[in-house]
């Protein structure tokens, strides 16, 4: 009886490590089969410009201000004077700002609908050539 108790034993042990190896890799190949390949997002031919710092009143409350610094990334050789371009994004953001209200801009969700608002105006602006325009800071007062 202790010798078929013994043998119980060590075969449970084989068998549970067996199946605790063979969990493991199902396990690692799922993940793996799983994680969507990533490449780069941004290649060499992209150019980076800050744009200055625009400092605009909202529309309510009357004495609310904004004070937004933000960057533009483009397809550097495809652009001829990349300034110019951002001088009139710059612009056209601070004429954005100037209609919109603090409750508009305020919270994750509002800061996420602005990004997403001068991405848009940045891309037709500067037709198609903004790859993304990213905000650096956005201070209301």
Known sequence: MIGLTVVAIA??????QHIAETVKKALQNSEQSRLPEVGPKYTGDMDLRELPPIVA?????????????????FNGKAMLKPDVVAAQIAE????FMRTL????I?????????????????AIRSEG???ELIIQTLVAQ
């Open 11 to 16: 075969l449970g042990v084989v068998l549970g």
């Open 57 to 73: 009143n909202l529309a309510d409350p009357p004495d609310a201000w904004v004070r937004l610094q933000a960057s533009i990334v």
């Open 92 to 95: 056209d953001i601070l004429g």
């Open 106 to 122: 305020g919270g994750a969700s509002g800061l996420q609908h602005l990004r997403e608002d001068l991405n848009e105006r940045a």
């Open 101 to 104: 209200s603090l409750a508009q």
């Open 129 to 131: 050539q903004v790859r």
